[in-house]
């Protein structure tokens, strides 16, 4: 586990991003195995995400598209748990609209380093008011290649306790 930022958010609020080696989450491991079974050229988006081994897992999916020159991403899609942790709609938002700005920045390095290694990222993502853990999830990211297979997006499977 190493610790990539902590942040405040206001006033005794704040939050951490860790990079972890393994999610605790009971249904990683079903995203786990998509991940370790996929086809030789990759997953793409429309041919293998949706599909029926993760059919259980696409309302925790957030697909994200890199947009204005890679310098941010938007949300070509949101499952259902994602959506109601932000409580509306989010497909088509950017991700520098829905994060402050240092959670979109460790969010942003992290999908930009699963793109440009080709390879998975785990994160544990804690917010905290005072001594009280309120929010935390887990995040797989995967790279994944767009539907016509020209650009690298990335697949991010976000699992709330």
């Not at 204005?68 to 497909?91: P, Q, S």
């Not at 829905?98 to 999908?111: G, K, N, S, T």
């Amino acid at each position: 586990m190493t610790c990539v930022s902590e942040w405040m958010e206001s006033g005794e609020a704040h939050s951490r991003y860790l990079r972890v080696d393994a999610l605790t989450h009971p249904l990683a491991p079903i995203a786990e195995r998509f991940w370790d079974a996929r086809p030789g050229d990759g997953i793409v988006i429309g041919r293998d995400i949706p599909t029926r081994p993760i059919a259980r897992l696409l309302s925790y999916i957030a697909i994200y598209q890199p947009i204005e020159g890679g310098t941010d991403f938007k949300v070509h899609l949101a499952g259902t748990a994602v959506r109601i942790r932000f409580a509306r709609e989010i497909t088509g938002a950017k991700l520098s609209e829905l994060f402050a700005p240092e959670d979109f920045r460790v969010r942003y390095q992290a999908m930009m380093e699963v793109i440009d290694k080709n390879e998975p990222r785990r994160a544990c993502i804690t917010h905290t008011a005072g001594d009280v853990d309120v929010f935390r999830l887990e995040l797989l990211m995967l790279p994944v290649w767009s539907p016509d297979r020209s650009t690298r997006w990335t697949a991010v499977f976000c699992f709330y306790f």
